[in-house]
């Protein structure tokens, strides 16, 4: 007796017509404060166009601009017409209304799985976030934080005095030895969010200033959410004047302590 042909698909497999689901391509929004940067938005945005051009990235670049009066807003509209709005998105605000908010602001119009948070003075290079990206990939991490204190090649800090460097290093050293986040930088504002942890953080964080960054990751962190750090060259300012100022500091000890008591 003949036996019967057997399919060569599984019951219930559409065999040749079977359609292949391809993974979605990973888009990353850069969301980029401004406040009185028109020198250095032209060159960190051609940084960011070159970066994510070469290593084939989707990307797009979302500046909050606080009403710089010295014109930032005319040179973004401009760079937007040059790489499309496709890229640049302009999401200005009527004034200074501090950090943490632009950030809030700045999220709403991104549209990709990922946010890159970064500063526009050249502090920190675009040349770091293929290797933010590679390291977010190896375990599925939901944040990747630049680090300008842990040890290993590319960790650094350039352009500052030693009073400068000493502020910062004991306000990590404060933070750290007071709410113990287990991570090197707690200052840092070079990070890597996955979209939907950003906002689940984002949401719970009461800081609006300079304390944001710290708060951000502490409570990250208490809410269980997987952190790693890339070592980054920290370089001061090129052009512009630091915002940073003694009223700045004294928010940054309190928030520490609130902090110590909330989380």
Not at 45 to 73: C, H, R, Y
Not at 233 to 240: H, I, M, Q, S
Request: net charge positive.
């Amino acid at each position: 007796m003949a036996r019967k042909s057997r399919s060569p698909h599984p019951k219930g497999s559409k065999g040749a017509n079977a359609k292949t689901v391809t993974p979605k391509k990973n888009k990353y929004s850069v969301i980029l404060p401004t406040y009185n940067e028109r020198r250095n938005l032209p060159i960190i945005t051609w940084l960011l166009a070159k970066t994510f051009t070469e290593n084939n990235l989707d990307w797009e670049l979302i500046i909050v601009d606080d009403a710089s009066p010295d014109g930032t807003q005319q040179i973004a509209l401009q760079l937007q017409s040059l790489y499309t709005p496709s890229r640049i998105q302009l999401r200005p605000r009527a004034g200074k209304l501090g950090l943490g908010t632009a950030y809030v602001h700045g999220l709403q119009y991104a549209t990709g799985n990922f946010v890159i948070i970064m500063d526009a003075d050249f502090s920190h290079h675009p040349k770091a976030i293929p290797a933010m990206i590679g390291i977010q990939a190896t375990a599925d991490y939901d944040i990747v934080t630049g680090t300008r204190y842990a040890g290993g090649k590319g960790a650094g800090v350039y352009g500052w005095d030693l009073k400068r460097k000493l502020v910062s290093r004991g306000a990590n050293l404060f933070a750290d030895t007071v709410l113990r986040p287990g991570v090197s930088d707690l200052t840092g504002s070079f990070r890597l969010y996955k979209r939907d942890v950003l906002e689940r953080v984002i949401s719970s964080t009461e800081s609006k200033g300079y304390t944001f960054q710290m708060e951000m990751m502490v409570r990250a962190k208490a809410m269980g959410c997987r952190v790693a750090e890339c070592p980054i060259t920290f370089v001061d300012r090129l052009y512009g004047e630091s915002k940073l100022g003694g009223d700045e500091i004294v928010e940054y000890a309190k928030g520490v302590g609130m902090l110590w008591l909330k989380v």
